[in-house]
């Protein structure tokens, strides 16, 4: 992650918690569209902190990821320090001590599950990727010793039923990995680029598509299976692509990607041809660092971004691209991460940086019901 100390962290995400994979999961990031939630009628309003930040890895939290634990919504982040922490979403206490293992950052966390066991995946500066039993804390097998760099993003998918973990490292590859047994899939796939600072795993017609955001400012999405291009690369930032994601805007498959110095828009692409759809979200005076996909309280889909130096959080109309609200401010410190989760019914934003404080945001619609 090359944020502060070169520090280029996704976000992952690749969430199952975005409603366009359930292979992906989490919980959040990331295959058919989920029904739209009923609205949200009580909880705090659009915007407001569900409660008061609480205490992260110190000094920064550099990854994010909302999963499920025991019926319960869990945040888990992933520290400076080369923890990993499972927190209660609800209260922001922890779940158990952090998990130890990675010898740096943790520039990267995915949530999934192994045979019905909440697991948790973390890739960091050591060049390992890690997966964790999450009610434990225990390691699940061996690290993951493919990459010749810095695991730089991590994201959680299927390929025919069976878990995977897709990771992207400085030497400019996206690697594929059994979820329950470490197992390489297939070989290193080369992005032709130096660095990949992004990967999201998303679906188009049944298959699994991985989506890479590299150094170079340019997006490759790769059919999971076959390890062939969908479609030409995209020049799609005037500088680094730092964070991508996956949604689904009505019936249509899309990746999301987020840009960084030079570069602090926010783009949509249909997932199965490249094209872009609509014009780049702008509003963001720094990089875009961290994406989200999900839906407000009402269903309507959104993107959620954090801006590393601006140190806002803000919500974007995916359909339209046009913000909704003001943007959230109260980090004291650079942003390095934001997930999207629910919480009661109530969908929340939840973003983390440098101050070492984690904070969750109400997604209830500010739009009056019809």
Do not use: C
């Not at 976000?11 to 918690?17: C, E, M, S, T, Y």
């Not at 500088?239 to 996956?246: D, F, M």
């Not at 999301?256 to 702008?282: C, K, M, N, Y």
């Not at 720094?286 to 269903?299: F, P, V």
Request: glycine fraction near 16%.
């Amino acid at each position: 992650m090359l944020a502060a100390a070169a520090v280029v962290l996704v976000i992952p995400v690749a969430l199952w918690l975005t409603p366009i994979l359930t292979g992906a999961l989490p919980g959040s990031t990331p295959s058919t569209a989920e029904a739209a939630p009923k609205p949200a009628t009580t909880g705090p309003p659009f915007g407001a902190l569900v409660h008061e930040p609480v205490k992260g890895q110190q000094p920064w939290v550099l990854s994010l990821a909302v999963g499920q634990w025991d019926g319960r919504p869990v945040a888990v982040s992933g520290g400076y320090d080369g923890t990993v922490l499972v927190s209660d979403l609800a209260t922001g206490a922890p779940l158990h001590q952090p998990f130890t293992g990675h010898q740096g950052p943790v520039w990267s966390v995915a949530a999934g599950e192994v045979d019905g066991r909440p697991v948790v995946v973390s890739g960091g500066r050591d060049g390992t990727v890690r997966v964790w039993d999450q009610a434990t804390g225990e390691p699940v097998g061996k690290p993951f010793q493919g990459h010749r760099g810095s695991v730089e993003s991590v994201a959680v998918g299927s390929v025919r039923g069976r878990p995977v973990v897709v990771s992207g490292g400085l030497e400019g590859a996206v690697r594929v990995s059994d979820l329950a047994t470490g197992e390489a899939i297939g070989g290193p796939v080369s992005t032709g680029s130096a660095w990949v600072l992004a990967v999201a795993v998303g679906e188009v017609n049944g298959r699994p598509i991985v989506v890479s955001g590299d150094h170079d400012g340019t997006v490759l999405m790769t059919d999971l299976i076959s390890g062939a291009p969908v479609a030409r690369r995209l020049e799609a930032h005037q500088g680094p692509v730092e964070s991508a994601t996956v949604a689904r805007l009505g019936d249509r498959p899309v990746a999301i990607s987020g840009g960084g110095q030079g570069d602090h828009s926010v783009r949509v692409w249909d997932l199965a041809t490249g094209e872009p759809i609509g014009r780049p979200f702008t509003g963001h005076q720094s990089w875009a660092l961290g994406l989200a996909a999900g839906q407000l309280g009402d269903g309507r889909p959104i993107v959620v971004s954090g801006g590393y130096e601006d140190r806002t959080v803000r919500v974007w109309d995916l359909a339209t691209g046009k913000p909704i609200g003001r943007p959230f401010e109260g980090h004291q410190g650079l942003i390095e991460a934001v997930a999207i989760g629910r919480l009661d019914g109530v969908p929340v934003a939840v973003s983390a940086g440098n101050d070492g404080k984690v904070r969750v945001w109400s997604l209830r619609s500010p739009y009056p019901s019809p």
